[in-house]
């Protein structure tokens, strides 16, 4: 997953280069939809139980797993960047 994760980031500069600005940010909308489509899925997983004492879930009972699909359904959702979903500014 790592492979994916620095393909995403340079994919991310090479925008920025691109467009000669020095900051990126996710746009807050798109931050939001993500945590719940992240936390739907793990909501029926076994490690965002709190019974089962699994080190994802934080101390409030809350899963702090990054990604809970297969490795292909990252590489899949992370492969080509959607740029419309950040902010470029100076």
């Not at 292909?72 to 950040?86: G, M, S």
Request: include cysteine.
């Amino acid at each position: 997953m790592i492979e994916c994760q620095v393909n995403f980031v340079v994919q991310i500069i090479g925008e920025v280069l691109r467009r000669s600005t020095s900051t990126v940010e996710v746009k807050s909308n798109v931050e939001t939809k993500w945590v719940e489509y992240t936390y739907k899925d793990l909501d029926s997983m076994v490690w965002a139980s709190t019974q089962c004492g699994a080190w994802y879930v934080d101390h409030k009972g809350r899963p702090t797993t990054m990604w809970p699909k297969s490795c292909i359904a990252y590489y899949l959702e992370t492969r080509k960047v959607d740029f419309n979903k950040f902010i470029f500014s100076q």
